[in-house]
């Protein structure tokens, strides 16, 4: 696996578009600026899968035990891939070793992309604000989407540097509420496990 291969058979290259600084509002410096050098993450290429899955299940799906063996998700099958080129010493927790919370981060953001496959009216959006003070023209933000929920399991350590590959796959759809898995992957193996919910809260005062 490289960051700069071409796309796997039925998947298509998509902007990654929490890498793109936005001046105007500040929105997703973190990890378009703190985590976008030579020392952190400096490549990050985003793929989805062409056809996605035509009907999400509205039923939650079960939360897995913390003691079960995770089941890797396939390629194809998964409806995200994000591949990031991982550097030293920026992301080290221990030595050679990703930070845990950096893996955390990268998930976060592989599966804020998955959510707008299936929920086009949360992703990017013009900004006519920011362009009008002083952002590039049709500058864009994300609409109103949060992690409720994110329960991260660890498996064995990320070796940097190194290379990876988050698969994310979205579990089910009932009304503002997505469920997410994702994992990240590393030299064929599970390295990172997680489960999210998310909340969509678009023009509404709540959606539980």
């Not at 991982?86 to 845990?100: D, E, I, Q």
């Not at 997505?178 to 999210?196: E, F, R």
Request: with cysteine; charged share 15%; hydrophobic share 40%.
């Amino acid at each position: 696996m490289s960051t700069n291969q071409r796309p796997p058979a039925q998947y298509i290259s998509i902007p990654t578009y929490s890498r793109h600084p936005k001046p105007a509002t500040g929105e997703d410096g973190f990890f378009s600026q703190t985590l976008s050098s030579a020392i952190t993450i400096p490549t990050v290429r985003t793929f989805r899968l062409e056809h996605l899955q035509p009907n999400l299940p509205s039923q939650p799906p079960v939360w897995p035990s913390p003691t079960a063996p995770p089941q890797l998700i396939p390629v194809p099958g998964a409806d995200l891939l994000m591949r990031l080129d991982l550097a030293s010493p920026g992301v080290c927790g221990h030595p050679a070793t990703a930070h845990g919370g950096v893996l955390a981060t990268v998930i976060d953001e592989a599966m804020s992309l998955g959510v707008t496959l299936y929920a086009p009216e949360a992703g990017e959006q013009c900004d006519p604000a920011a362009a009008a003070a002083g952002g590039a023209p049709g500058a864009r933000i994300r609409s109103k989407m949060f992690t409720s929920q994110l329960d991260v399991r660890y498996k064995r350590p990320v070796s940097v540097p190194g290379e990876i590959e988050v698969r994310v796959r979205v579990l089910a759809k009932q009304g503002k509420k997505l469920w997410v898995k994702a994992q990240v992957i590393q030299d064929g193996k599970i390295t990172v496990d997680a489960m999210a919910f998310w909340l969509l809260t678009l023009a509404v005062k709540s959606v539980l």
